[in-house]
Every structure is written in structure tokens, then in C-alpha cells.
């Protein structure tokens, strides 16, 4: 039997969607056909179907939400229209995938999550028609790199005690590297809803007395690239035990996360440094690091900033540091000592890499949503349940803000 074809409706053409989602999307013509493409710009739009071979193109949302022959709506549009069309996406009987963070409140979630229960899928493919309920899977492909999967996972689970960890992103600009365009901030601002997203930050932290100019540039940053490295290191560590500070130096955010190893490793707590911001220097450090006692083991994450082809050389890289068990002499001015009594003995570190590239990791993400949507029952790491709890992490942080500003409220009531 030939594989399904799933006919997509994009929502949004930013110069990420561009960049990274679109070719790779475009190069998997077995698995997906690009139906129709949204974006207040009809100049974008436009360019976008000519572009990638789009069939369709508007302005109108609505025209691609209850397109007939759009199976799945990939919602790309910013954090405060995920719930909105999302749900106006299940209610048509369209599958849908939208980016981390899902949502950052809770009644929010809850109204997704009853749209998915109501939601009715009729579509017909390969002749066969399916009418189970609609899907929302969550995209964070950093969490699908091969390896991050098959290397990082599997060396961490046999690493012993963590000692220490550390979780990093600072990014370059937001934008390009140089200085962006009339027309590009148009473009930009046509995207963000300032009062929708006031709307949706009320209902997070209960008033709208509360939302701070810190609060504000936090969920922002959080929305566009923060929750992909909370995600990575909450599916690689759990959720923490707590959180014992938050800083707030827009563009700069911090966080100390408390854990607990299992009871194979006694129970030994250990500590989370969460570093995250924005500054001028084309460039992406992101990464996660573990350490042990006789093993270090990181995941770095080079992707391409919006705007920045995915084909530069980006790569998700991951690094095993330990000993190996043997020695070597030291030197003195490059010159090795022989005399037995001044050998000292220096521990080697064994190095180890191995990369994916970014292109990889986009595409076995869309390659997990196809075996998520038409794949008998198949699972998904990134379904609503999991968002859920990218969700409690969230509201870990908020909460102890909250505390620290001398606040009674809190998000979860």
C-alpha cells in the first residue's frame, strides 16, 4: 500500500517558516503535499506559493482553517493564536501541529484538550476513509535530532549520580544579522497580537495589575525560543523538585532548577543552572550538559536563527567526555620528562562526537507527525499529554516569580 499523503495548510510565512520548515516540508513529497499557505501579507503569501509550489494563498485564516482539502493545519503563528486556531482547526476536523509552547495557561489547555474530545476527522486517503478523532502534536525539534534520540538519551541513562547540570541559549538577534527593513518589521509586527497576548498573560498570572513589563518580555522570550530548551531538558531530567530563583534582566532570564537522583543513586540532589537570552552576536550557544562523576555529556544545538537558511552548516551535536583509564606523562616547555621520578600521572579524557544535522532533525520530526496522524494509534512524545507537562514546568517558574516579588497569587489558583 503507497504511503498517505497528508495535504497541509500553513499559517504563517515568517522568514523561519521560510528558512527551515517549508524546504524540508517540500522535500518530503511522499509523506506531505503543501494544499495552502496563510499570511496577513499577500505579497509573502503570494511569493511563498510561487516559492515552494503552494496551491493555494491568502490573507483570510479561515480560508485555510476550513479548506476541504487540507487535512492538517500547521499552526507557525505566535504563542497568543495557538489556542484560538488551534481549536477552530479541531472543530473543522483538522489535525493539528503547532509549536512548543502549546499554551502557558491552564484554562487555556483545558479548552484545547476538550476541542481534541469533541473533534470529529473525516478524510478519505489511499481510498481509505478515517474518521477518528482530530491530533495536536507539539513541535520541538530539538527533541528529535537522531542525536539527541539514539546517543544522548541512551549515554545519560547509564551515566550513574548527576552531579550537575547546566542548560544554556543565547541567542543572536531575533531578526537577521543585519539591520531589518521597513518591510520586514511590517511583517513582523502583523504577526503579534500585543493585546491578545496581554489577554492570554492575564489569564496566566490572574490580573491585569500584574503583568509587569518583566513578565511580559519573559513570556515573550518564552513563546518564541525558551520553551524549546526547557523542553529538551525536562524530557532529558524530568520535571525539577523546585525552583529556587528566577532572574529577570530582559534580554537576559535565568533559573535554578532542584533535583533528586533515583533511589538506585541514593537520592542525591543535584542542581540546574537555566541561562537564556538575546544579544547582537550572529550566533547560537545552546546546549545541555550533564555532569557526572567519571562522565560529562552535552548536546549542543547550532540552529539557524529566523531568517537564516538551514542549510549554512547548523548540526546538533553531542559530546562524551570521560576517562578512559589511562595515563599519559606531563610536559615541561613541550618537552616530555623521561626521568621516572618526576612522571606524574595525568588522567586522559576520552572525547567522543557525534552530529545530526539540522535538516535531520526537522524531518525525523515530520516524519513522527505522519506516523503520529496516520500510523494505526501510534504514540507521539509531543501530544497534548506532554505539553502538559511542559505546562507545570512553566508554571513551577512563574510561581516562584511570583514569590519572590513578595506576590500572595499564583497560577495555579
Given amino acids: 500500500m503507497p504511503t498517505p499523503v497528508l495535504r497541509l495548510g500553513i499559517l504563517g510565512a515568517t522568514n523561519a517558516v521560510q528558512a527551515t520548515y517549508l ?3 517540500q522535500s518530503l513529497k511522499t509523506h506531505y503535499t503543501l494544499t495552502a499557505i496563510y499570511d496577513p501579507n499577500a505579497e509573502i503569501a503570494t511569493q511563498c506559493q510561487s516559492r515552494f509550489d503552494i496551491t493555494h494563498s491568502t490573507t483570510v485564516v479561515e480560508d485555510v482553517l476550513c479548506h476541504e482539502e487540507v487535512d492538517v493545519i500547521l499552526n507557525l503563528l505566535p504563542m497568543e493564536y495557538h489556542e484560538q486556531y488551534t481549536v477552530t482547526a479541531l472543530e ?44 495536536v502534536f507539539v513541535g520541538c525539534a530539538r527533541r528529535y535530532a537522531p542525536c539527541f534520540t539514539e546517543v544522548f538519551k541512551k549515554e545519560l541513562a547509564t551515566m550513574g549520580r548527576v552531579y550537575y547540570a547546566r542548560c544554556r541559549h543565547i541567542a543572536g538577534p531575533m531578526n537577521n544579522v543585519v539591520t531589518p527593513t521597513l518591510k520586514d518589521i511590517t511583517h513582523m509586527k502583523s504577526h503579534n497580537n500585543p493585546e491578545q497576548f496581554r489577554v492570554l498573560l492575564e489569564d496566566v498570572f490572574g490580573s491585569e495589575e500584574d503583568l509587569t513589563p518583566d513578565r511580559i518580555a519573559f513570556c515573550r522570550y518564552l513563546g518564541m525560543l525558551g520553551c524549546h530548551d526547557l523542553s529538551v531538558m525536562r524530557e532529558s531530567l524530568g520535571l525539577p523538585d523546585a525552583v529556587s530563583n528566577v532572574a529577570i534582566t530582559d534580554p537576559f532570564y535565568s533559573a535554578i ?38 562522565k560529562t555529556l552535552s548536546v549542543e544545538y547550532d540552529f539557524p536563527r529566523p531568517g537564516e537558511k538551514i542549510s549554512t552548516g547548523t548540526y546538533v551535536r553531542v559530546v562524551v567526555e570521560e576517562a578512559d583509564g589511562t595515563t599519559e606523562m ?26 545530526s544535522t539540522c535538516d535531520e532533525a526537522y524531518e525525523r520530526e515530520f516524519m513522527a507527525l505522519h506516523s503520529y496522524l496516520v500510523g494505526g494509534g501510534s504514540a507521539a512524545k509531543t501530544s497534548t499529554e506532554d505539553a502538559v507537562m511542559d505546562l507545570r514546568l512553566l508554571l513551577m517558574i512563574f510561581d516562584h516569580y511570583n514569590r519572590q516579588c513578595g506576590t500572595i497569587r499564583t497560577p495555579l489558583g
Fill in 23 to 25: 524546504p524540508v516540508l
Fill in 257 to 294: 532548577f532542584h533535583y533528586t537522583n533515583s533511589a538506585e543513586y541514593d537520592g542525591h540532589p543535584f542542581t540546574l543552572l537555566w541561562e537564556a537570552g538575546v544579544d547582537a552576536l550572529p550566533r547560537c550557544d545552546a546546549h545541555l550538559t550533564v555532569y557526572g562523576a567519571h
Fill in 330 to 355: 606531563d610536559n615541561v616547555n613541550g618537552n616530555q620528562i623521561n626521568e621516572t621520578e618526576n612522571a606524574v600521572a595525568l588522567p586522559r579524557v576520552k572525547r567522543t562526537e557525534t552530529v
Fill in 92 to 135: 473543522a476536523g483538522k489535525d493539528v501541529m503547532v509549536e512548543v509552547p502549546l499554551t502557558m495557561s491552564i484554562s487555556s489547555m483545558r479548552r484545547i484538550r476538550e476541542a481534541i474530545k469533541n473533534g470529529k476527522t473525516s478524510r478519505s486517503l489511499n481510498g481509505v476513509t478515517q474518521t477518528d478523532g482530530p491530533k
